[in-house]
Structures are given as C-alpha cells and as structure tokens.
C-alpha cells in the first residue's frame, strides 16, 4: 500500500512541476506597471523581474533637473520590481496551493 501511495504522491508532483514550468514561461508574458511623480514616470516589469519599458513624460525631461528624473526612475523601478514580484508569489502559489505545507519555505517559490 505504501508503494501505491509513493506512486500517487511522485506523480502529483510531477504534475505541480509541469504546472509550475507553465507558469514560470507565462510569468514573462505578464506585465505590471508602476508610476512616481504622479505619473511622470513610468516603469513596466514583467512576471520575471525584467524592466520591460520606462516612459518619462516630457515636462520633467525638459525641466533638466536630472537629480530628480533618476530618483524618478529609481522609484518606479523599484515600486514595479515590487510588484511583479508580488504577481509572481500569487501565481506559484496558485499552483502549490495544497501541496506545500504552510510555512515551508523552497527557494524559487
């Protein structure tokens, strides 16, 4: 009886693995966007932590004040980093929901 329930256990897992690979290449496709400065700048991430796109509004290129642009940008690319990383817990744990004892911690999930 044991083996049987090895047997179920291995292939709920290969199942969660399969489950999560699909997730891992979705996570890429999906995008959060975040903003400083009321929106004058703009930062995209996707599911995998990449900075897709940053959009910096005109006025604030033209006021010259390169200090404030960095502390912009530094800003919306942290708040966007933030989410994403967010966006990307949910969806693993969508998957692992059940299957990973509360509490435990695997790296990568």
Do not use: C, H
């Amino acid at each position: 009886m044991m083996k049987g329930g090895m047997q179920g256990m291995m292939k709920q897992v290969q199942k969660m693995q399969a489950e999560m690979e699909k997730v891992q290449n979705e996570l890429e496709n999906k995008v959060v966007t975040e903003e400083s400065g009321g929106g004058m700048v703009k930062a995209t991430a996707n599911g995998k932590k990449g900075i897709v796109s940053i959009e910096i509004d005109n006025e604030i290129i033209e006021s010259g004040d390169k200090e404030m642009i960095e502390d912009l940008v530094v800003a919306a690319v942290n708040k966007a980093l933030d989410s994403a990383g967010r966006m990307a817990e949910e969806e693993m744990g969508n998957v692992t929901k059940g299957m990973i004892p509360p509490g435990m911690n695997i790296p990568g999930f």
